[in-house]
């Protein structure tokens, strides 16, 4: 199909696929999984500013979707998600006016590349080593590992107004920590065309101690707004293909429902892991593609599509598989 607003052709079961394993790994990992499908729609031809503001409007309305699943499972913290949210706003129009610039003068490409490069490696560098160790510090019976040293200090900064959040098992904490949290989220947002999420989950997690089904669902809630914000923006500035966004919605809406409730049937701590491990496929993908336009190499670019949607695909599927295994369980047993 060809899209007149982004002025590019690209299959329509393509796009669908797309939204539907970007549906299944948000509904898991509490993402908007912006750091699979923009690059994967600038591989595929669309000029990046575009890919940023499509994919915030396809992030936006999937994760309505996943957040009201979340809701009902008790994973949302709605009070954390709405103080979230006015450092949010600040951010994403930040990080928009960066990008716009940084288009104006024809950098933007490689620069929002090379930082998916750093933060998406670091990220996912970090969560692997947290849960090995992890794996030799504590029981194997125990679900997962809540708060870090660092999420301590956080929470007994004595900077008032402090709030406690009970649905994150946060007895007290300062307002301005949160703002923080949000308005860095917020700018990558608006930066990187991404909802937050794959930054953003982990902050909840190792910055504030939040549990990690609470933080995905917590995340997503968020990204609801700052997705949002981001697509009104780049809407304005006329970035955003509307039929692209629709397309993979259609996958989406489906994915994201099967994946929130596979959260139910493995602990915090693994789901970390299979985060890092996405995670370090978008990183590589995104390497690839950097070589190919640097060098010229052209199949390096192929190779780094393949490898997104491979990733995000297996994926997906050893999540429907969970999401089998554990339906069965409950079936036979009574129980997860």
Avoid at 41 to 46: A, D, E, Q, R, V
Avoid at 80 to 88: A, D, E, K, R, W
Avoid at 316 to 333: A, D, H, P, T
Wanted: proline share 2%; with cysteine; net charge positive.
């Amino acid at each position: 199909m060809y899209l007149p607003i982004a002025g590019v052709e690209i299959s329509s079961f393509v796009l669908i696929i797309i939204g539907f394993c970007v549906g299944v790994l948000g509904g898991f990992f509490g993402i908007g999984g912006a750091f699979i499908v923009t690059p994967a729609l600038n591989i595929f031809g669309f000029p990046m500013a575009y890919a940023i503001g499509t994919d915030l409007a396809h992030v936006m309305g999937k994760s309505i979707i996943a957040t009201l699943k979340h809701r009902k499972m008790g994973n949302v913290d709605l009070r954390l998600g709405v103080l979230m949210f006015i450092g949010t706003a600040l951010g994403v129009e930040v990080g928009k006016e960066l990008v716009l610039y940084l288009e104006d003068i024809g950098a933007v490409g490689g620069v929002v590349r090379g930082i998916y490069i750093l933060l998406l490696g670091g990220v996912g560098f970090y969560m692997v080593f947290d849960y090995f160790r992890f794996n030799r510090e504590l029981d194997d019976g125990v679900a997962e590992k809540i708060g870090t040293s660092f999420s301590s200090a956080v929470q007994s900064i004595n900077l008032p107004p402090k709030i406690s959040l009970p649905t994150s098992k946060i007895k007290s904490i300062s307002i301005w920590a949160i703002f923080i949290i949000g308005f860095i989220t917020g700018f990558l947002a608006g930066f990187l065309g991404v909802g937050g999420g794959f930054v953003r989950m982990p902050a909840l997690i190792y910055t504030l101690g939040v549990p990690t089904t609470v933080a995905i669902g917590t995340d997503l809630f968020e990204i609801i707004f700052s997705s949002g914000i981001g697509t009104l923006l780049y809407a304005i500035e006329g970035r955003v293909d509307v039929v692209a966004a629709m397309v993979m919605l259609v996958g989406a809406s489906i994915g994201a429902q099967i994946g929130t409730v596979a959260t139910r049937y493995v602990r915090g701590m693994k789901i970390r892991l299979y985060f890092a491990l996405t995670i370090f496929a978008g990183a590589i993908s995104v390497v690839l593609k950097q070589v190919s336009i640097t060098f010229g190499y052209v199949s390096v670019g192929l190779a780094a599509g393949y490898i997104i949607i491979s990733a995000a695909a297996l994926m997906s599927l050893n999540i429907i598989y969970i999401l089998i295994r554990g339906v069965m369980w409950e079936k036979k047993y009574g129980s997860k």
